[in-house]
């Protein structure tokens, strides 16, 4: 896409990014959850506080894609957490992947994909790994087509709801 710039997101971007992930989830989700299901998540996890701290934590990057000045995708990627089945190999989730539903097939989500690779490259990861809804047909075909590969399931709880979500990694 011309004019696509990824930045990487700074508290100046936390209203905006609260906003564009408010939108892009439900968009992606709210009619295979509940209304209260999807309200208690988008609450909890997308205020301009919530993500005003992600932006502060040392182990969240977040990088926002822009097409002509206005935000369209972004990506969270986080270095917390590695599930058991990595082996101990440095490792690099990416917690969250989003375009604006009119910028889908686009490949936006594949230029912030590229761009969270060459950065876990430049980090000295190994192993980038992910959790997809399992019902998430369109995203689970995205990510084989990527390069990624099923290694286990794991809980992703939205509101009171628990969903099984595979789990998926690329080796770099």
Do not use: C
Request: net charge neutral; glycine share 6%.
């Amino acid at each position: 896409m011309q004019n696509l710039q990824i930045l990487p997101a700074t508290l100046a971007h936390a209203a905006l990014l609260a906003q564009l992930s408010s939108k892009t989830f439900y968009d992606t989700y709210a009619h295979a959850n509940t209304k209260e299901d999807m309200e208690q998540y988008i609450s909890e996890n997308f205020t301009e506080e919530e993500i005003a701290q992600e932006i502060n934590e040392t182990h969240t990057f977040l990088f926002i894609a822009f097409s002509n000045g206005i935000a369209i995708g972004y990506i969270k990627l986080g270095t917390a957490t590695s599930p058991e089945q990595l082996d101990g190999k440095l490792a690099m989730e990416i917690e969250r992947v989003y375009v604006v539903k009119e910028f889908q097939s686009k490949n936006i989500g594949a230029a912030l994909l590229k761009h969270a690779i060459s950065f876990a490259r430049e980090k000295k990861v190994k192993v980038l790994w992910l959790g997809v809804w399992k019902n998430n047909f369109r995203a689970i075909k995205f990510y084989e087509r990527e390069g990624f590969k099923k290694f286990g399931t794991k809980i992703f709880t939205l509101g009171r709801d628990l969903q099984e979500d595979f789990m998926m990694k690329m080796e770099l």
